[in-house]
């Protein structure tokens, strides 16, 4: 503190004047100094210095027998220290404005569950003023029934050492009476200087409700999907019956006019004696093949500009009747059945090709 070589020099004015120069307040040190000159008991104060430097000091009396001969002065240098305790309360006051300050709920409490400390955030979560407000209710009433059975696990293996997650979810009753949900994060902290626990909440109603809606919905989904798959299916079903139902009145109808009407159309037609009857009788034939033969269906439908007489030939080509056999059948000449031959080719696509009409006509059948 002082240098060797004015201690050596033994003149206290300059050891004085020298300490003073370095002192942020030298005329309480002087006051001070006069103060403990007089006195017989022992003494202890602390010197700040204009750098930052911080001395304890400590004094007793020097006493030869009941007389005071002087004081007996030793310092400590405590400045590292002091910085320490300082940077320290600085970082404990940080961290409790932190605390204050933060938008999530946070409180602290000691391992037997007693809240030492909850922030502004916390209160409103929990829709109370104060902290001795949320005190002063048990804490089975803060919690829903099933979330205070959860509480009582989680706490009871707290206290026999066992591992609980650090992060769970509860339902809490406000203060109004209504149930919020919360995401909790647990970690111990240092609190005064001992080790508790700080409780971090999150407020997750909304988002929960939105997922849970999301879910239902999904459920409800789900449900319809396999509802409409079974209407479909059941529908397929309907629809293979009636299909089957229709081809199997349609080959009764056939049948039926085969057996019922075309003989009496043949003989019908022994009887006509004018061109005139024939023709109307070519019609009669014609349009009831067209209504009980599938080929002649699909023959139609995809070509409707084929005549009557043209339809009547392109089933007996389809039959692999010969130009000549068809002309003895309908009753034409060769020339004519050529030139109706000619125009189902042109009809079909197929003039100008190699395409053989009556394979032609068979594969318009299968398809």
Known sequence: ???????????????????????????????????????????????????????????????????????????????????????????????????????????????????????????????????????????????????????????????????????????????????????????????????????????????????????????ELAAESLQLAETNMALQVILQRREADIREMEKKIVANVEKLVLPYLGELRKRCSTPAQLNYMDIIETNLQQIINPFLQKLSARFAKFTPREIQITKLIKDGKSSKEIAEILMLSVRSVEFHRNNIRKKLGVAHKANNLCSFLLTLSEK
């Open 1 to 219: 503190m002082i240098p060797q070589e004015l201690i050596a020099g033994k003149d206290y004015n300059v050891m004085l004047r020298y300490v003073l120069d370095q002192l942020s307040d030298p005329k309480d040190f002087l006051q001070t100094v006069r103060e403990q000159a007089k006195l017989k008991g022992d003494a202890f104060d602390t010197l700040y210095f204009k750098d930052g430097r911080l001395f304890e000091r400590f004094s007793r009396p020097l006493l030869q027998g009941a007389e005071l001969q002087g004081r007996v002065i030793s310092f400590r240098d405590v400045s590292l220290r002091k910085r320490t305790e300082e940077a320290l309360q600085r970082a404990e006051e940080n961290f409790h404005r932190s605390l204050d300050e933060s938008p999530l709920g946070v409180r602290i409490v000691t391992i037997d569950g007693e809240t030492l400390y909850a922030n502004r955030a916390f209160l409103d979560i929990y829709g109370y003023d104060s902290l001795d407000e949320l005190i002063a209710i048990p804490v089975k009433k803060r919690y829903t029934p099933e979330s205070y059975a959860d509480f009582k696990i989680r706490f009871d293996k707290r206290l026999r050492g066992e591992y609980v997650p650090n992060e769970y979810e509860i339902s809490i009753v406000r203060k109004d009476g209504v149930v919020r949900r919360l995401q909790v994060f647990r970690r111990a902290v240092l609190w005064d200087g001992k080790k508790q626990f700080q409780v971090i909440c999150h407020d997750v109603t909304e988002s929960r409700r939105i997922e849970d809606a999301l879910r239902k919905r999904e459920e």
